[in-house]
């Protein structure tokens, strides 16, 4: 299975922007960058997903790499609410097993 | 819309004792699966579940087993729990069609073994 390395830990100012790296040098072409975050003491939640281009939505924004070897997701304005831990995952299309590295925490200062 | 119910939310055994851990989502959703959390850790697959009827070993198997009883539910059971499985518990589903790969969790059951 393909493999992502993220930082462990990450600081970012309260109302600035944050951009949590991703590398996955060995990724294929059926594999999709996922991101889910997990606030404290909850369950995981989707953040968003892409293949090869750059993608947004109502959380955040991904941006891919054009040859897919890393990625970033990209907070616009780090609110106190964002701080948790962020997973960068790569799930082939058409492959059910999902599984997690350890992520970045991400503290952010108010 | 309830989306993916795990219980109980907490649980204490002794050594030696068993148990089954449920999951049921209400999503129709094919994919579901089994995470264990320990303190500080990522997230590690125990099994899963690509559709009804079957399951597969995830990166932990070893001490559980699980159940795929309907479409809806996703059961595991400890036959013998051990304080190693410690541990905070997740159940996941997801649409693995392609259409919609967002992945949702339970809230997670806090399992003690002492």
């Known amino acids: 299975d393909a493999k992502t390395t993220q930082p462990n830990s990450m600081e970012s100012n309260e109302e600035e922007p944050v951009h949590l790296p991703c590398n996955h040098s060995?990724?294929?072409?059926?594999?999709?960058i996922h991101w889910y975050r997990q606030l404290p003491s909850q369950g995981p939640e989707y953040v968003i997903h892409?293949?090869?281009s750059n993608v947004n939505n109502r959380m955040a924004s991904l941006a891919i790499a054009e040859d897919r070897k890393s990625s970033t997701l990209i907070l616009h304005r780090a609110t106190l609410r964002d701080a948790a831990v962020y997973y960068c995952?790569?799930?082939?299309?058409?492959?059910?097993?999902?599984?997690f590295g350890t992520g970045t925490r991400l503290t952010i200062i108010p | 819309n309830a989306g993916v119910t795990q219980t109980p939310k907490f649980q204490v055994l002794k050594t030696g004792q068993s148990m089954t851990l449920q999951c049921a989502q209400d999503m129709n959703h094919n994919s579901m699966y089994w995470y264990r959390q320990d303190p500080g850790m990522g997230l590690r697959l125990i099994y899963y579940?690509?559709?009804?009827?079957?399951?597969d070993k995830g990166e932990v198997p070893n001490g559980y087993n699980v159940s795929r009883l309907n479409k809806r539910e996703f059961s595991l059971r400890l036959e013998s729990a051990a304080p190693s499985q410690t541990s905070v518990y997740f159940c996941?589903?997801?649409?693995?069609?392609?259409?919609?790969?967002?992945?949702?969790f339970g809230q997670g059951t806090r399992l003690t073994v002492v």
């Open positions: 892409g293949l090869t």
């Open positions: 995952i790569l799930y082939p299309f058409g492959n059910e097993k999902l599984t």
């Open positions: 996941a589903s997801s649409d693995n069609s392609g259409r919609d790969p967002e992945a949702f």
């Open positions: 579940s690509a559709s009804e009827g079957t399951t």
């Open positions: 060995t990724i294929s072409g059926t594999d999709y």
